[in-house]
């Protein structure tokens, strides 16, 4: 994937804001664009986990944002009820977007075809434009009602990638977990990155 296309990073209220931060990070150090929507739980989380308080309307998140990245125009925010974006419409094409974290509810509501913010308008529109799209879902205990939801998705084509972070490489801080499933999550959708190396990678080189 190069640097021309855009992806889509939404953030919801589940725990694990960190994730999609630093998946945001790493798609604008490979020069990726991104647009970012953020859930107004997930404003709640962003602020609770990682001492973010961005806030006002969609310029003055942007504005925000692409300071708090040291970034420019590769990054824009776009309000969760803005069903004016182009993101809410299939004549848009098939991109790629990534929900991370992805609550249970807004997982709920995905496979269940309802669109009540712009996240969940935007996966339906990914879906039914043969698009691709992850998610990231931070939840434990799973109910049969979460695991259900999930075969159905999976089942549609969309990629899940719970927060299951791995320990074969080692893992000295909270970062090395964070960077595995954000790795995870680039390696899904085509981004090369070198966060963590593969399994049994180091016995290879």
Not at 7 to 12: L, M, R
Not at 52 to 78: C, M, P, Q, S
Request: glycine residues 10%; charged residues 20%.
């Amino acid at each position: 994937m190069n640097g021309a296309g855009r992806i889509t990073v939404a953030i919801t209220g589940a725990s694990g804001s960190i994730y999609g931060i630093e998946l945001i990070r790493n798609l604008l150090k490979a020069e990726i664009g991104v647009n970012l929507i953020i859930s107004d739980p997930g404003f709640l989380v962003l602020k609770e986990e990682m001492e973010i308080g961005w806030h006002g309307n969609d310029d003055e998140i942007t504005a925000d944002a692409r300071n708090y990245f040291n970034t420019g125009k590769n990054l824009n925010y776009v309000g969760n009820t803005n069903y004016f974006s182009p993101l809410a419409s299939g004549s848009s094409g098939n991109g790629t977007m990534v929900i991370a974290p992805c609550s249970m509810g807004s997982l709920a509501r995905i496979a269940g075809g309802m669109s009540s913010n712009l996240i969940e308008r935007a996966a339906d529109v990914i879906m039914k434009e043969s698009g691709s799209l992850v998610l990231l879902p931070r939840e434990t205990p799973l109910n049969s009602i979460h695991l259900e939801n999930m075969l159905k998705l999976s089942n549609l084509g969309v990629k899940i990638i719970p927060a299951m972070p791995a320990f074969y490489h080692k893992p000295r801080k909270v970062d090395d977990l964070v960077n595995f499933m954000v790795g995870r999550v680039l390696d899904m959708i085509g981004v090369k990155h070198s966060l963590v190396k593969k399994w049994r990678e180091e016995a290879q080189t």
